[in-house]
């Protein structure tokens, strides 16, 4: 299993233990495209997803809350195959 395959993993099983450069890595990996937010906030878009991921980074990391969500929409859509 790659590396990158074994952080996907690890964040859709645990995704509060992951910084915000990790979360980063998963989505570019998932297909994701950085696009610059504003202030602190980060934003990333999916073709096959209609709506934004937007989270704050504060301190290299980001909420929680955020991580969880971001999480639950990954694994709510078809990008991920089994």
Do not use: W
Request: aromatic letters at 10%; glycine letters at 4%; one cysteine or more.
């Amino acid at each position: 299993m790659s590396q990158k395959k074994k952080l996907l993993k690890k964040f859709l099983e645990r995704p509060a233990t992951l910084r915000y450069s990790q979360v980063a890595h998963v989505l570019l990996y998932l297909g994701f495209e950085h696009s610059q937010g504003k202030g602190s906030h980060q934003k990333f878009n999916h073709p096959k997803i209609d709506q934004e991921i937007v989270f704050p980074v504060h301190g290299n990391d980001c909420p929680t809350y955020y991580k969880v969500e971001i999480s639950n929409i990954i694994k709510s859509s078809n990008i991920i195959s089994p």
